[in-house]
């Protein structure tokens, strides 16, 4: 004969102590989970029906941290339309190596290039580099299609 535990109605069972389950757990609605919770294995968060968000954090005054590596490609979800950091919170460094394929480049700082810098027009810059700010190149530079300088060249 098999045992109830609980009230079949609401649903409602309380344990005061631990619990230990050795299979799988099928939850058919909502979960609230209050304290830490800690899951060894492979976990997957799915939205389930199209248009489900899967949210970290409830307000913006919660952290995300990750602890490992991120071992897969972050891709937004539209084109052209989301931001990584804004004006007031900033990424602090960019270590890219690789391809930069960047629309348009906006340096509001001092910016050095050091070694052999080419610039070939249409591919990094449109037709030409304007430089209006404090910059510095070290070693030998190309320049295609133009250099504007605003301030002057001290060699």
């Known amino acids: 004969k098999k045992k109830k535990i609980g009230d079949f109605n609401t649903g409602s069972v309380q344990f005061d102590g631990g619990l230990g389950i050795a ?18 294995g492979e ?6 029906a199209a248009g489900n968000n899967i949210n970290l954090g409830s ?11 991120v071992n897969s490609n972050i891709i937004p979800d539209d084109d052209d339309t989301y931001d990584l950091g804004s004006s007031s919170q900033q990424w602090k460094d960019l270590y890219v190596n690789g ?11 001092a910016a050095t290039f ?25 070693g ?7 250099l504007i300088v605003h301030s002057g060249i001290s060699t």
């Open 23 to 40: 299979g799988n757990v099928t939850v058919g609605s909502g979960l609230s989970v209050t304290g830490t919770s800690y899951f060894v």
């Open 43 to 48: 976990v997957t968060f799915a939205g389930g």
């Open 59 to 69: 307000t913006n005054e919660d952290d995300i941290v990750f602890v490992g590596d």
């Open 99 to 109: 391809l930069a394929d960047l629309d348009f480049v906006n340096v509001s700082a």
């Open 114 to 138: 050091a070694g052999i810098t080419t610039v070939t027009g249409d591919t990094l810059f449109t037709k030409q580099l304007s430089v209006s700010g404090v910059s510095t190149f070290v």
């Open 140 to 146: 030998l530079s190309t320049f295609n299609n133009g």
